[in-house]
């Protein structure tokens, strides 16, 4: 929103928006939102990321693989589960350049977001795709799903890279 | 289950409404509702209502709106569903009323997006989804989630850029005659195609505004609805379905499997032949938040196969006179996309089209008596597809 201060009222915060002229209260409580997620049933995949491996849990009834990973297997009812290193060939099922980005994300560069399927465990990744040339992506081509730190913010995180070689 | 119809419908002009509070631009709506239907707000036992909020200052929306439009002591729920959440408030007043728990009940859809600056509303709407494992890290937006739609399409099929802007055009054209459009004026392949990409390959005119609206109907029993009007339309069907948050988890990004199961269990309700409802149907209001997701909508609820939904826009058959006429109103697209309104506001405007009374240039034929909503949250993380009738159920 495009605004201008007012000086009709000296003592209330009331601006006027610059296409519409009209009037608007600006809120004097303003705060910042920040929340404390429980990863205490999950702290293992972050362990993982640490060792530079993405985990998933797998079901030990079932055998049906999660990820990302949760500690209920809602088909069997049971949270017996356990930790599995995925595989990190891919191939590239779609993909976006986000030019428009979220608020907290402003400060990237464009960014490519890709869903990628790993080729071993046939399961489907959502991650940033890094690349030099976004033009060069093509739906198909192989990619590699690597543990990454993610900057300014400095945490660990995945990502896809293209794999080397790639005949796309 | 008793028969529950359509008495009364209420619509605020959509668009960036700075003039207007949360509470009083909720009135417009109800106002126009209660008129419509010949009633007081005394006589409305319950209210169910759909907001996202977030983006507004008022964290208990349904108490303020309450007492602004005189509807204390009655009793309200909210309601949540994402971009579908207007659909649950409706599905929420008809259960009342075909319960017998309600006689007289209101569906009210609102959003007042534009109190906050654009980054900020950007922001919320793309934590629709899973805020956890995909937003936090990878900062996809609304659009760049249905852009990875997008592009497996147009891969798969050979929709092109051209193609989606089409269903833009259709959208304004049809906008330009409706004055509660957010953007009533028409726009040619050109502006669409020139506009810059917000994720590509998603442009600007791909994508519906961030709006401010309000839309409510209200809903009652036959015995009432006898007693009130003439030409009621009935709520036939009102069915909903899920899919999963993560898109990882969606077997591909062509389609949206809620959006199908939630047609078919509609089309079951109301015996509409799943294989060709068209036929049946004399218009349908699809979710067109993005113009990929209507052409996806056309496939999904049958109106074309698997992988043709572009070509019903690319031979026009989505305008009047075509296979079936689809968002006469102008769609999310250009009617606006006040994100709760936007579900009852496809009611209020299959009721208008079904009784006749929408501006004659944008006015479908009714032959059949039947109309379609299909109304989606998040990228069919909640599916409502509702059908109404002229004639009464059963």
């Known amino acids: 929103m495009d605004m201008s201060e007012t000086e009709e009222f000296k003592e209330s915060p009331i601006i006027r928006d610059k296409k519409t002229a009209l009037p608007l209260w600006t809120d004097q409580r303003p705060f910042q939102l920040r929340y404390y997620i429980p990863v205490k049933r999950i702290e293992e995949f972050f362990r993982g990321l640490e060792e530079g491996k993405i985990l998933a849990t797998q079901c030990k009834s079932c055998g049906q693989i999660f990820f990302p990973p949760q500690m209920d297997c809602p088909k069997c009812k049971s949270s017996d589960m356990k930790w599995i290193q995925l595989s990190d060939e891919a191939e590239l099922v779609t993909y976006t350049i986000i030019r428009v980005k979220p608020k907290t994300f402003e400060h990237y560069n464009d960014y490519v977001i890709a869903v990628g399927r790993l080729l071993k465990e046939k399961i489907n990744v959502f991650a940033w795709l890094k690349v030099d040339d976004p033009s060069k992506i093509r739906i198909g081509m192989k990619l590699k799903l690597i543990v990454t730190k993610r900057e300014p913010e400095n945490y660990l995180v995945y990502e896809f890279i293209p794999m080397k070689n790639n005949k796309s | ?394």
């Not at chain 2, 659009?143 to 798969?156: C, D, I, N, P, R």
């Not at chain 2, 499997?257 to 078919?264: D, H, M, Q, V, Y």
């Not at chain 2, 208008?352 to 949250?377: D, S, W």
């Open chain 2, 1 to 394: 289950m008793r028969n529950v119809a359509i008495v009364g419908i209420g619509h605020s002009k959509f668009g960036r409404r700075l003039d207007v509070s949360l509470p009083e631009l909720a009135w417009e709506a109800i106002r126009e509702a209660i008129e419509d239907a010949g009633l007081d707000t005394k006589d409305i036992e319950f209210v169910s209502l759909a907001n996202i909020g977030v983006w507004s200052s008022e964290v208990s929306p349904g108490s303020v709106i309450m007492e602004y439009a005189g509807l204390n002591p009655s009793e309200t729920i909210r309601v949540e569903t994402a971009c579908a959440s207007g659909s649950a408030a409706v599905k929420t007043a008809y259960m009342a009323v075909a319960s017998g728990q309600a006689d007289v009940a209101m569906a009210l859809g609102i959003e007042r997006m534009n109190e906050m600056t654009t980054p900020e509303v950007v922001e919320i709407l793309a934590r629709i989804g899973n805020y956890f494992w995909e937003f936090h890290n990878f900062g996809p937006t609304f659009v760049g989630y249905y852009a990875l739609f997008a592009t497996q399409y147009m891969h798969k099929y050979g929709a092109t850029e051209e193609d989606l802007a089409k269903v833009a055009v259709k959208n304004h054209y049809y906008a330009s005659y409706n004055p509660k459009a957010h953007f009533p004026k028409k726009i040619t392949l050109e502006d669409a195609l020139n506009s810059p990409y917000i994720a590509w390959p998603l442009k600007l005119y791909d994508c519906s505004p961030i709006s401010d609206g309000a839309a409510a109907v209200i809903l009652a029993s036959e015995e009432v609805a006898k007693k009130i009007t003439d030409s009621p339309v009935w709520i036939r069907a009102i069915e909903g379905a899920t899919a999963t948050s993560n898109h990882s988890k969606r077997e591909n990004l062509l389609s949206i499997p809620s959006a199908r199961i939630a047609a078919e269990k509609a089309y079951r309700r109301a015996k509409i032949d799943k294989e060709d409802p068209t036929k049946y149907l004399d218009l349908a209001e699809v979710h067109d938040c993005f113009t990929i997701a209507e052409i996806m909508a056309y496939e999904d609820l049958g109106f074309a196969k698997r992988g043709e939904g572009y070509k019903l826009i690319r031979d026009e058959q989505t305008y009047i006179g075509g296979k079936i006429p689809v968002n006469l109103s102008g769609g999310l697209k250009a009617k606006g996309h006040p994100i709760g309104a936007t579900g009852v506001s496809m009611i209020v405007e299959l009721t208008k089209q079904l009784q006749q009374r929408v501006e004659p240039q944008r006015q479908a034929p009714i032959e059949k008596g039947l109309a379609l909503a299909h109304n989606v949250g998040g990228t069919g993380h909640y599916v409502f597809v509702s059908i109404l009738s002229l004639e009464k159920p059963w």
